[in-house]
C-alpha cells in the first residue's frame, strides 16, 4: 500500500495478534473473538465513511487499532476519531499508537456513562467492532439507538458480524442494510450498515 505524506506505515505486528488473544482470554465475551479483524475487513468498514463529512467519527471498541488505522488511511484525520474501549490494556495500546484521537476507557454497551466525553458536534458516522452477539437484544439496539441520536441525519452505524442475519433487526426506528461477505477474515464477516428510520 502506498502512503500519502504524513501517513505512518500500517503497523499491524505478530505482537498485536498476542495482544488480542490476551484481551481474549481476560473477557472473551466483551472481545468476541480470538483472532483481530483483518486489514481487509478494515478496510471495507472504513469504505462505509465519508471522510468529507464534518464532525468526529466514533469507534466502538478499536481493540488493537485494526479499523483506527483503516480509517485513517481512509482520509479521516487521526484528530477527528474519538475511541470507546473498556479494556485498559488495549486502550493503554492505543493511546500510544494513535495520540491525536480522543480515547474514553469504558463500556461502550453503556453510553450514557461516556457520551458526555465526547466532543461536541454530531458524529459524521459510527464504526463499531463491538462484539453485538454476545449481548441481550436489546442492549445492541440500545448503544446503536443512542450513538445514531448523537449523529447526523443521515450518519450511519457499521456494524460487522461472523452470522449473515442482522446483529439487530430492522424496526422500531432503525433502518439495516446488509453490506459486503468479506472473505478475507476469519471468520468470514458481513457488514451491516445502520440508520435512523
Same mark, same amino acid.
Given at each position: 500500500?502506498?502512503?500519502?505524506?504524513?501517513?505512518?506505515?500500517? =503497523?499491524?505486528? #505478530?505482537?498485536?495478534? /498476542?495482544?488480542?488473544?490476551?484481551?481474549?482470554?481476560? &473477557?472473551?465475551? =466483551?472481545?468476541?473473538?480470538?483472532?483481530?479483524?483483518?486489514?481487509? %475487513?478494515? $478496510?471495507?468498514?472504513?469504505?462505509?465513511? *465519508?471522510?468529507?463529512?464534518?464532525?468526529?467519527?466514533?469507534?466502538?471498541? @478499536?481493540?488493537?487499532?485494526?479499523?483506527? $488505522?483503516?480509517?485513517?488511511?481512509?482520509?479521516?484525520?487521526?484528530?477527528? %476519531?474519538? %475511541? +470507546?474501549? !473498556?479494556? $485498559?490494556?488495549?486502550?493503554?495500546? /492505543?493511546?500510544?499508537?494513535?495520540?491525536? &484521537?480522543?480515547?474514553? +476507557?469504558? *463500556? &461502550?454497551?453503556?453510553?450514557?456513562?461516556?457520551?458526555?466525553?465526547? @466532543?461536541?458536534?454530531?458524529?459524521?458516522?459510527?464504526?463499531?467492532?463491538?462484539? /453485538?452477539?454476545?449481548?441481550?437484544?436489546?442492549?445492541?439496539?440500545?448503544?446503536?439507538?443512542?450513538?445514531? *441520536?448523537? !449523529? =447526523?441525519?443521515?450518519?450511519?452505524?457499521?456494524?460487522?458480524?461472523?452470522?449473515?442475519?442482522?446483529?439487530?433487526?430492522?424496526?422500531?426506528?432503525?433502518?439495516?442494510?446488509?453490506?459486503?461477505? +468479506? /472473505? $478475507?477474515?476469519?471468520?468470514?464477516?458481513? #457488514?451491516?450498515?445502520?440508520?435512523?428510520?
Amino acid at each position: 500500500m502506498e502512503s500519502r505524506p504524513g501517513m505512518r506505515p500500517w =503497523r499491524h505486528s #505478530i505482537g498485536d495478534e /498476542l495482544r488480542f488473544v490476551r484481551g481474549w482470554l481476560r &473477557a472473551p465475551l =466483551r472481545t468476541g473473538a480470538i483472532a483481530a479483524s483483518s486489514r481487509a %475487513l478494515g $478496510r471495507r468498514m472504513a469504505g462505509f465513511v *465519508d471522510p468529507a463529512a464534518p464532525g468526529p467519527v466514533l469507534e466502538l471498541g @478499536p481493540g488493537t487499532g485494526i479499523f483506527t $488505522r483503516a480509517l485513517i488511511d481512509a482520509g479521516i484525520d487521526e484528530e477527528r %476519531l474519538v %475511541l +470507546v474501549e !473498556a479494556d $485498559r490494556q488495549f486502550a493503554a495500546h /492505543l493511546r500510544t499508537a494513535f495520540p491525536k &484521537a480522543t480515547l474514553i +476507557v469504558g *463500556d &461502550a454497551y453503556a453510553p450514557e456513562q461516556w457520551l458526555p466525553e465526547c @466532543p461536541q458536534g454530531p458524529f459524521s458516522a459510527i464504526v463499531s467492532g463491538l462484539p /453485538l452477539l454476545t449481548q441481550p437484544r436489546e442492549k445492541r439496539r440500545k448503544v446503536i439507538g443512542a450513538c445514531l *441520536d448523537q !449523529a =447526523r441525519p443521515g450518519a450511519s452505524f457499521i456494524q460487522f458480524t461472523y452470522r449473515t442475519a442482522a446483529p439487530v433487526p430492522a424496526g422500531r426506528g432503525l433502518s439495516a442494510r446488509p453490506g459486503p461477505i +468479506v /472473505l $478475507r477474515n476469519l471468520p468470514p464477516a458481513r #457488514i451491516w450498515i445502520y440508520a435512523k428510520a
